[in-house]
């Protein structure tokens, strides 16, 4: 005699997709208010790569980006659409991800696409200035 296959459903649903927003290493980080986006990104071959997980959004509408000192900010809103009384597990409204930019990072010349529910934005780094200053002491007469 088989056993019917269970699908087991979260306790408490709201407290699992918040959760599931955080990194790993995160124990507790507060969404303040929104979801949070999540991201891959790398430094490689001269610029900044990172990609934002945003499905079901339209990017020309739904998306916005905004760079403001050396931080790049996405956000996102995802409507929901009641067609059925099923059980819906998507996340529906305001989705949104700060990232500080590498150092060089050149602001100016930031691209974006949007692919399959993949946000790819591409910052090219220049050679950053000098953070180290050498300061001249003078001395007191």
């Given at each position: ?18 959760f ?12 303040l ?20 997980e ?15 000192d ?20 998507f ?27 993949i ?23």
């Amino acid at each position: 005699m088989s056993t019917p296959a269970v699908q087991r459903r979260p306790m408490w649903p709201e407290i699992s997709d918040f959760f599931a927003g955080l990194p790993a290493w995160a124990n507790l980080r507060p969404t303040l208010g929104g979801h949070i986006i999540k991201v891959e990104d790398e430094v490689k071959d001269g610029e900044y790569r990172l990609k934002a997980e945003i499905p079901g959004v339209d990017p020309e509408k739904d998306v916005d980006i905004t760079v403001r000192d050396g931080v790049l900010t996405i956000r996102s809103e995802r409507s929901e659409t009641k067609e059925s009384n099923g059980r819906s597990e998507f996340s529906y409204g305001s989705f949104a991800r700060a990232i500080t930019l590498p150092p060089g990072a050149d602001d100016d010349s930031i691209k974006a696409s949007y692919d399959k529910g993949i946000l790819t934005v591409t910052v090219p780094l220049k050679e950053p200035a000098a953070s180290e200053k050498h300061v001249a002491i003078e001395s007191a007469k």
